[in-house]
């Protein structure tokens, strides 16, 4: 699996887990079917779950006007699945995660989603 396609399902896996009562073994299940794991989807998957606590705080240090919760959800998981990556993972250049998460948000998002996004990322990479 490329790291393209990891980051897009490890965030349909994240996406999946906000608010319900799955597990993360359930929706790697929904998302993979009968796909082998890949090691960079579970490190993103497992990783953002682990630390999503201090994702969140950190997120919610850099928010201007927003609170986490109002966040529309495909912001909110493409938010934390990418600063997962750049405050845990050092293996990927900073502008290859932002540009990754940008790509995501005009994926699943709407026009709007992609520029939000940027603007939230960037302050962490100044």
């Not at 705080?57 to 990556?85: C, G």
Request: hydrophobic letters at 40%.
């Amino acid at each position: 699996m490329k790291r393209h396609e990891a980051r897009s399902k490890a965030m349909q896996v994240l996406f999946q887990l906000d608010n319900t009562d799955l597990t993360v073994k359930e929706a790697i299940g929904h998302v993979l079917e009968d796909e082998g794991l890949d090691k960079f989807f579970e490190s993103l998957v497992h990783g953002t779950t682990e630390k999503l606590s201090e994702i969140d705080a950190a997120l919610e240090e850099k928010l201007e006007n927003w609170s986490l919760s109002r966040l529309p959800k495909i912001e909110r998981t493409v938010l934390r699945l990418a600063l997962y990556e750049l405050l845990y993972m050092d293996d990927t250049p900073k502008n290859v995660i932002l540009n990754e998460a940008i790509e995501l948000c005009k994926t699943y998002g709407d026009e709007k989603s992609s520029k939000f996004v940027n603007g939230v990322l960037s302050k962490f990479v100044e």
